[in-house]
T-cell receptor
């Protein structure tokens, strides 16, 4: 059974710091990995999607890497801002995408960026 | 249009009420999902519709009844709920397969905050 773990559970940093959020999964047979952001009481906003054949994806100050063989992904946030404060969720799709695949979520990392 | 729209945003209902949650997308996605999320927990899958047919029911109690009238619309009918059903209900969609050799991921709505009193 696929399990996804995110470390740390919570992180507090001063504004401007670069930071790394970690995600690990037990079964390397994933189809893709997706990072989401969730603000309190809100829905999920997709940040980055990495196909299983890819090693990394970048969007603005965000960079996500994927190492399938070791079952790890990292989300790098450069020059953090208070507006980055949110919970970050890592999710993997095992097997074929779409209806055949089910998103397996980690428990998230709650990030707080202090001004 | 790249959004999943959920209505209402907030809902308070009594245990004897019948209500419905609505989810709509116009991205041409053919798979749609209902997730339930309790406070400080990750989302948990409830139902999956693929090409308007129910393909996965994660042993959800019958007081939750999903419906997919067409490829753009997904409903969740609620009846005789319990206070422990209070949660954030999230709808998501995906393309339902691979396009150009790629899977483009899942798009989530902003959720319906449900309170059962």
């Amino acid at each position: 059974k696929q399990e996804v773990t995110q470390i740390p559970a919570a992180l507090s940093v001063p504004e401007g710091e670069n930071l790394v959020l970690n995600c690990s999964f037990t079964d390397s047979a994933i189809y893709n990995l997706q990072w989401f952001r969730q603000d309190p009481g809100k829905g999920l906003t997709s940040l980055l999607l990495i196909q299983s054949s890819q090693r990394e994806q970048t969007s603005g100050r965000l960079n996500a890497s994927l190492d399938k063989s070791s079952g790890r992904s990292t989300l790098y946030i450069a020059a953090s801002q208070p507006g980055d404060s949110a919970t970050y969720l890592c999710a993997v799709t095992s097997g074929y995408g779409g209806s055949q695949g089910n998103l397996i979520f980690g428990k998230g990392t709650k990030l707080s960026v202090k001004p | 249009d790249t959004e999943v729209t959920q209505t209402p945003k907030h809902l308070v209902m009594g245990m004897t009420n019948k209500k419905s949650l609505k989810c709509e997308q116009h991205m041409g996605h053919r798979a749609m999902y209902w997730y339930k999320q309790k406070a400080k927990k990750p989302p948990e899958l409830m139902f999956v519709y693929s090409y308007e047919k129910l393909s996965i029911n994660e042993s959800v109690p019958s007081r939750f009844s999903p419906e997919c009238p067409n490829s753009s619309l997904l409903n969740l009918h609620l009846h005789a709920l319990q206070p422990e059903d209070s949660a954030l209900y999230l709808c998501a969609s995906s393309q339902g397969g691979v396009r150009d050799g790629r899977f483009y991921g899942y798009t989530f709505g902003s959720g319906t905050r449900l309170t059962v009193v």
